[in-house]
């Protein structure tokens, strides 16, 4: 409050001292040069109290930035049968040519030396899927009957069923976000499953389980 009161006290400062040096060069150059020394004063000390506020205005601004992201690893996708469920998804969306496996190599194609020690997945890696929550694509839900946590919070994908859990490091102040409706968008970046390898001799056919990360946007902040 009181920088605030000193800033418009030296902008008043400046425009009475810019007048009385207009009228004082009319009277003597060198009290108007006295005068004009005193007007520069007022206004960089003004300059400097501006810019002040300015720097406390981006601050703020990256603070609200800091505060509408959230990303956290969903824990447990590997139990409970969440992989095969996983499997299942994407086999279907092979199957419908909605995505191409292999990056549509064949493997003659991928025995190439360009190719060597190097992992081609069966699905695109850091596969994308967004919601804007309302959608029901993503979904969060509370598991008070949890017997291992009562703070659980399960994370489902629509076509997948429920992949894991909210990290339990977290899940009690997910639980507010949730509560408070904070969510405005939601993504899951899928890695991992079936992936063949050409080591310049024989053609390898592996598997790394699942791995699925959450963003969240748009959190509403009081920032």
Do not use: H
């Amino acid at each position: 409050m009181v920088k605030k009161i000193l800033k418009y006290l030296f902008l008043i400062m400046t425009i009475i001292f810019g007048i009385l040096t207009i009228v004082a060069f009319t009277d003597s150059i060198i009290f108007g040069i006295i005068m004009l020394v005193i007007t520069f004063i007022f206004f960089f000390f003004f300059s400097l109290f501006s810019a002040k506020n300015i720097n406390n205005i981006s601050k703020n601004n990256e603070n609200i930035k800091q505060n509408k992201t959230l990303k956290f690893q969903v824990a447990g996708t590997f139990l409970g049968g969440r992989q095969a469920n996983i499997s299942k998804f994407f086999f279907k969306k092979i199957e419908k040519k909605e995505i191409i496996s292999y990056e549509g190599l064949t493997d003659s194609e991928i025995k190439t030396k360009e190719n060597i020690d190097i992992e081609i997945y069966e699905i695109p890696q850091d596969y994308e899927i967004k919601s804007n929550y309302s959608d029901g694509l993503i979904k969060f839900e509370k598991e008070p009957e949890n017997e291992y946590d009562k703070n659980a919070i399960r994370v489902m994908i629509k076509g997948m069923g429920t992949v894991g859990y909210v990290p339990k490091n977290i899940n009690v102040s997910f639980a507010k976000i949730l509560e408070n409706e904070e969510i405005k968008e939601a993504t899951a970046t899928i890695c991992g499953g079936e992936y063949k390898l050409w080591n310049g001799k024989k053609l390898k056919r592996e598997r790394d389980d699942y791995s699925v990360t959450i963003t969240i946007n748009s959190l509403i902040s009081d920032n």
